[in-house]
């Protein structure tokens, strides 16, 4: 018998090592541990890691930041060490701490593994446990604790009552309108997953007004956020409502006073594009392409005209050959001669690519000449870029 304590005092050894490392001075002796940290869960085994373990390192949340950031990671992993999915649930206290620090890094990885948990409670723990986490971070006195909230909220919202989702939905709004621009930013930036899984009749009561306002955002970082949302969000509605609801918002985007958020609506046109159809695409999307083309900033003309082939083609295909002709070649002609390299540049990297879509008549008349310009470019990777491209005249 006392053969066996001392052997079960030996395998616990190295685990008081590992736990006094973890309150070392030396920030890499604390980092080695937090890394171990399964070795130490192993060891312990589940009702310990439980009791002990995971209690012992929600009271040591106090560290530097690499350290936080591999505990945050860990956690995430920890399911089954903590005695699988009935127990999940006492992995939220050290995660919760960990969403509210300071350090943007940490709480985004301590965020992640939450959400890598969510699914892994049950439909009751889910309401037990996770959403008073997540009611708790969106309610926090420090923006840090809300801005992390807005991340949880709609991967635990399929699976709980009608009632809380209600109060969900309720969290989510007042996160779109608080007071703190990196709270409203952070709420904007998941507002387009949030939307995916909301029921249809408050995607259109609750959240086309929460896009809205995000759109009008004084910050141009929230509104530039909202855009992609919106983007995301267009694709949930049917044309017509879509004509209702968002596309007034979203035009307005394409002129916004700031080249940032006119720089993603170029970025994401295409994905807009695809998801509103040709006939909002004819009526709206072709004089917000060519504004863009025409845009002030040489980041969103840029940004723009690296679309050309792909916007091009996705045109409704009817009246495509029309359009390009007539409104959106123009432009590219100016575009052609433009004083910033990158635009040039961007433009001569799929400039090619409407040849196959205009033809053989229209690419000796209309096309051939803008190639030999800028075969002539004095930029170098202008001239690449076309003789790079060569072969879509084949085509």
């Not at 060519?290 to 679309?307: G, Y």
């Amino acid at each position: 018998m006392a053969s066996g304590d001392v052997q079960s005092d030996e395998s616990l050894y190295p685990i008081a090592v590992l736990i006094d490392e973890l309150r070392n001075e030396d920030v890499q002796l604390r980092l080695n541990s937090i890394k171990k940290l399964s070795t130490i869960a192993l060891a312990l085994g589940v009702e310990r890691t439980r009791s002990e373990l995971i209690p012992f390192l929600t009271d040591t949340i106090y560290d530097e930041d690499e350290v936080l950031l591999a505990l945050a990671e860990q956690l995430g992993t920890f399911t089954q060490l903590v005695g699988g999915e009935s127990y999940v649930h006492v992995l939220l206290p050290p995660l919760e701490s960990l969403a509210q620090v300071e350090e943007t890094i940490v709480r985004d990885k301590a965020v992640e593994s939450l959400r890598t948990l969510a699914p892994q409670h049950s439909t009751t723990d889910l309401e037990t446990y996770f959403v008073p986490t997540v009611k708790r971070l969106a309610q926090g006195d420090w923006f840090t604790s809300r801005t992390s909230a807005s991340g949880l909220i709609s991967v635990c919202y399929s699976r709980v009552s009608n009632h809380v989702k209600g109060e969900l939905r309720q969290l989510f709004k007042s996160l779109c309108q608080d007071d703190t621009p990196m709270v409203r930013r952070a709420a904007a930036s998941k507002l387009g997953e949030f939307a995916k899984v909301v029921e249809p009749e408050y995607l259109r009561q609750e959240f086309v007004p929460l896009f809205t306002n995000l759109a009008n955002d004084e910050q141009d970082s929230v509104r530039l956020l909202a855009v992609e949302a919106g983007i995301a969000m267009a694709g949930l509605f049917r044309h017509e409502d879509l004509e209702q609801q968002m596309m007034q918002t979203l035009r307005a985007a394409t002129e916004d006073k700031s080249w940032r958020v006119r720089y993603v609506v170029a970025d994401k046109l295409v994905d807009l594009q695809k998801a509103v159809g040709p006939e909002i695409t004819k009526n709206d999307l072709v004089g917000a392409y060519c504004s863009l083309l025409k845009d002030p900033e040489a980041e969103v003309r840029a940004a723009a005209a690296s679309k050309l082939k792909d916007f091009c083609t996705s045109l409704p295909v009817d009246t495509r050959e029309q359009i390009i002709m007539s409104q959106i070649l123009p432009c590219v002609k100016d575009m052609v001669g433009d004083m910033n390299q990158h635009v040039k540049s961007a433009l001569a990297s799929v400039i090619m690519g409407l040849s196959p879509i205009l033809g053989k008549d229209n690419t000796l008349e209309h096309l051939l000449p803008l190639f030999l310009n800028q075969l002539k470019d004095d930029y170098p990777e202008v001239r690449l870029n076309i003789i790079s491209n060569l072969e879509c005249i084949n085509e």
